[in-house]
């Protein structure tokens, strides 16, 4: 009874504003955001959280090819507004449970068109929806940010800017560290692909993403005109490709249409979503974009196995103490099979070079290795083979490689190189789920846009690169400081979902001694910050990127890491500063994990440890040596008890960290 009052108070509220042409407001369930649509001769929304100000009025359209216009001269014609109060049960996720509760306002408008907003207690979102009677193609989607300051962002450029060869940008591998600059100071040229985030006043923050991107391009952001606002970009739609980029791997755009898409005649265009926060904690935990997402496409789900990975590439196959010459052969992944069979590792991936280079034909196999033999031999030791795809080899023979692969015993594919995100990539990537999930093949898409939802609809898609991974580490400059950039992507990029970032590096190095070195690498930052990114990254598919070798000589840390789950049932975001530290809680089947990082700042954290609850007495402890600031690699492993105060004080080095498994 008292949710039909609510409901129709709401009603009536809202008819009485547009009875005398007030603006149609939205609040979130916690009343604690505000949304505001006016209808005039355009269609403006504005957010506010609390007394702060989120973005100013901004406006919405889209304009079709047609010359139709939504959201110009727009007419009102229906409004309905609801509440939901429900919760998201998942398998492969950071929590196996999520409250699903939220308000919603949808306006009608003439012309076929609607308006959908929700305001979630996280934050709020917008999509356009057509109820049309034909196919239509979109020339461009108006999406604005406006804000009443000019506000610091961190923003991640495309890489590859020309300021000859606009075109370029579209063509990149959504891999970038963050730039620190004032709305005003971003580059007028430069596209800045998502998760974005925007400091506000009050200590407050906004990341900017999308959600349910199907069938539709992604988006970007620019600042062309220095005003204290933000403006979206897309790539139109391919018109010519031709074969080419990284081996032959890839499809070239020559030419695009006039168009970024072309829609169904009822069609959803994608959730822009923007996720508040008043600590910045609260962006670590933040289930949005899943949210959003479209529900599972796969009725059981019961086959799709997460797991760790014993991955080749990172460490250049550079195993050593064996008598046979270490390469792309049976004999090497036979070793990596023993080492992940050993451990109960889940996963061994065959990645670049197991099928005849710049081919992209992947029935193509070099003659140092059987695919058969190998996945027999890993049956035998309960490990399962992942194959390395690059795109263009995937693409062209779909059907025909999954059906093959997966009758040989294959589990999935690393899918690499698309380094595109206009609608025909994106239709890519859904068809390649759906195929992959018809012959039960994970999928790990690598050389990929950011996250938008698609491991909720098609949960057989267990990771996403989209992340300055480790392996930048082969080849940067000093001057790349990745461990700041792993206490901010968490922040930002991780809000959108999964990373494969792959780490795991037993080689650590500091600030001063890092170089970079392609056949053995390192990692910047101590040995403790490795093992506590095993907590602190979202990863259902999660690679340990260094050798069998290596691991093999330093098993205290190689049996903490090969148990750690990848999917939990809980997670909790304890503390953190974007840029300067991050601490996170995850629970699975009892047993919790609490993993600490920071920047190349030396810090004090205190770990309050309430969430734990009654019974909880053991403590496996991994924390920075004190001279983990000069050798990287110092670390101390001690088992202590639950302190009576729950309370956890620990000293983080320079590019150091913490890991931590509590059981009862």
Request: charged share 25%; glycine share 6%; proline share 5%.
């Amino acid at each position: 009874m008292k949710k039909l009052i609510r409901l129709l108070i709401l009603t009536l509220m809202i008819s009485q504003a547009q009875a005398a042409g007030r603006p149609h407001l939205l609040t979130s369930p916690d009343g604690r955001l505000k949304v505001t649509v006016e209808i005039g001769q355009n269609l403006t929304w504005s957010v506010q959280h609390e007394n702060t100000p989120v973005i100013s009025a901004s406006p919405l359209s889209v304009t079709l090819t047609n010359g139709t216009q939504w959201g110009v001269n727009p007419r009102l014609i229906k409004k309905k507004a609801t509440e939901h109060r429900g919760e998201v049960t998942t398998r492969l996720y950071k929590k196996s449970t999520i409250p699903d509760e939220y308000n919603e306002l949808i306006l009608q408008f003439r012309g076929d068109y609607s308006l959908v907003f929700r305001a979630y207690n996280q934050g709020v979102a917008y999509r356009f929806t057509t109820s049309g009677k034909e196919e239509a193609f979109v020339k461009h989607e108006e999406v604005k940010l406006k804000f009443n300051a000019d506000h610091p962002t961190l923003v991640p450029y495309v890489g590859n800017f020309n300021p000859g060869n606009p075109e370029r940008q579209f063509f990149n591998s959504f891999e970038n560290t963050y730039t620190y600059a004032r709305l005003s100071e971003l580059h007028r040229q430069r596209l800045i692909f998502l998760p974005l985030l925007v400091e506000l006043n009050d200590g407050k923050k906004l990341v900017f993403t999308e959600a349910d991107l199907e069938s539709y391009p992604g988006l970007y952001m620019i600042n062309r005109t220095g005003e204290t606002a933000l403006t979206g970009e897309f790539a139109p739609y391919p018109k010519t490709t031709v074969q080419g980029g990284h081996n032959m791997l890839q499809q070239i755009v020559t030419e695009r249409e006039n168009y970024v898409a072309r829609i169904k005649a009822t069609a959803s265009l994608p959730w822009r979503v923007l996720a508040i926060a008043s600590s910045d904690r609260e962006l670590a935990d933040n289930d949005l974009v899943y949210l959003l997402a479209s529900p599972s496409r796969i009725a059981d789900t019961s086959w799709i196995k997460p797991g760790k990975v014993a991955w080749d590439w990172w460490n250049d196959w550079n195993i050593y103490g064996v008598d046979f010459r270490a390469g792309v052969n049976n004999e090497t992944y036979k070793y990596y099979i023993d080492f992940a069979s050993e451990n109960n590792i889940e996963y061994v991936i065959l990645d670049e070079g197991w099928a005849v280079n710049r081919k992209a034909d992947l029935m193509q196999i070099v003659p140092e290795i059987d695919v058969k033999a190998l996945v027999d031999y890993g049956r035998s030791k309960n490990v399962g083979i992942i194959l390395w795809a690059g795109y263009w080899a995937m693409d062209r023979d779909m059907e025909n490689v999954c059906k093959t692969y997966a009758e040989m015993g294959v589990k999935g594919f690393k899918v690499d190189f698309m380094d595109r995100d206009d609608q025909a990539m994106v239709d890519f990537y859904y068809r390649c789920a759906e195929t992959a999930a018809k012959y039960r093949l994970i999928i790990d898409f690598h050389g990929a846009y950011k996250p938008t939802g698609l491991h909720r609809t098609w949960p057989n898609v267990l990771n996403f690169e989209g992340v300055h991974g480790l392996e930048q580490l082969k080849w940067s400059p000093p001057e790349v400081d990745m461990v700041r950039y792993d206490v901010t992507f968490p922040y930002i990029r991780m809000l959108a979902g999964p990373v494969d970032y792959t780490q795991g590096a037993m080689r650590n190095a500091n600030r001063y001694n890092y170089r970079p070195i392609n056949s053995e690498p390192m990692s910047q930052g101590t040995r403790c910050h490795q093992l506590a990114e095993y907590i602190i990254f979202e990863s259902p598919f999660n690679m340990l990127c260094d050798n069998p070798s290596n691991y093999r000589n330093e098993m205290e840390c190689t049996r903490f890491i090969a148990e750690i789950p990848t999917v939990w049932d809980k997670s909790v975001a304890l503390d953190g500063l974007v840029g300067e530290y991050i601490v996170i809680a995850r629970q699975k089947e009892g047993v919790w994990y609490v993993g600490g990082l920071t920047n190349w700042n030396n810090r004090e954290v205190t770990v309050n440890l309430d969430f734990l609850g009654d019974g909880y007495s053991r403590i496996e402890l991994f924390r920075d040596g004190i001279n983990a600031d000069r050798v990287a690699r110092d670390y101390k492993k001690e088992i202590i008890p639950v302190p009576d105060n729950k309370t956890l004080k620990l000293t983080l080095m320079q590019g150091g960290g913490f890991a931590a498994k509590i059981t009862r």
